[in-house]
T-cell receptor, first 112, second 118 residues
Framework: DGGITQSPKYLFRKEGQNVTLSCEQNLNHDAMYWYRQDPGQGLRLIYYSQIVNDFQKGDIAEGYSVSREKKESFPLTVTSAQKNPTAFYLC???????????FGPGTRLTVL | AQKVTQAQTEISVVEKEDVTLDCVYETRDTTYYLFWYKQPPSGELVFLIRRNSFDEQNEISGRYSWNFQKSTSSFNFTITASQVVDSAVYFCALDLPLSNFGNEKLTFGTGTRLTIIP
């Protein structure tokens, strides 16, 4: 079945450690996105990529990094520079920017 | 900068009642897209509708309907004859396809939590 996978669903890390969240899609979509969701808040765009080997910063890129070496993969690294990394992270993809996005199930990251 | 306001934080209605979720947006751009997404308890967002700024026709899809009014910068969502399965958080979003800056490109509202009481 086509879709977006994010793993793991729950992730725990110690403060000061970098952690990489995976996002894979088999929808053949060009564009991919990373969002952060905090309780009672909407989604905030961290990074997005319109094409392989290219990506753009969103609203809250500080403390995060991404890569887009393959069309189907868009991993997000939460670095130790991110002051408050505990949140729910959602990955999405679309056939092009401004088209409807398809979302993965999310990863809930807790930094202890 | 653009902004999306969903003033209703939480709404509860009894099953079979109609309910309208409000969305008000702000942008100086004349070309933009508006979206509604549903987030059930599982967490994964589900696309509901996309509307471009040049198409003000209202849309109906089954029990769902959307009212787009540029004059009031609103894009409201109505569920008719609500069902328990409609319980979720609903997000309105604004996309600016011609923006040169990624951080002004896509903005979500804070969401409305809808609870349908059986």
């Amino acid at each position: 079945d086509g879709g977006i996978t994010q793993s793991p669903k729950y992730l725990f890390r110690k403060e000061g450690q970098n952690v990489t969240l995976s996002c894979e899609q088999n929808l053949n979509h060009d564009a991919m996105y990373w969002y952060r969701q905090d309780p009672g808040q909407g989604l905030r765009l961290i990074y997005y990529s319109q094409i392989v080997n290219d990506f753009q910063k969103g609203d809250i890129a500080e403390g995060y990094s991404v890569s887009r070496e393959k069309k189907e993969s868009f991993p997000l690294t939460v670095t130790s520079a991110q002051k408050n990394p505990t949140a729910f992270y959602l990955c999405a993809s679309s056939t092009g920017t401004s088209n409807e996005q398809f979302f993965g199930p999310g990863t809930r990251l807790t930094v202890l | 900068a653009q902004k999306v306001t969903q003033a209703q934080t939480e709404i509860s209605v009894v099953e079979k009642e109609d309910v309208t979720l409000d969305c008000v947006y702000e942008t100086r751009d004349t070309t933009y897209y508006l979206f509604w997404y549903k987030q059930p308890p599982s967490g994964e967002l589900v696309f509901l509708i996309r509307r471009n700024s040049f198409d003000e026709q209202n849309e109906i899809s089954g029990r769902y309907s959307w009212n787009f009014q540029k004059s009031t910068s609103s894009f409201n969502f109505t569920i008719t004859a609500s069902q328990v399965v409609d319980s979720a958080v609903y997000f309105c979003a604004l996309d600016l396809p011609l923006s040169n800056f990624g951080n002004e490109k896509l903005t979500f509202g804070t969401g409305t939590r809808l609870t349908i009481i059986p």
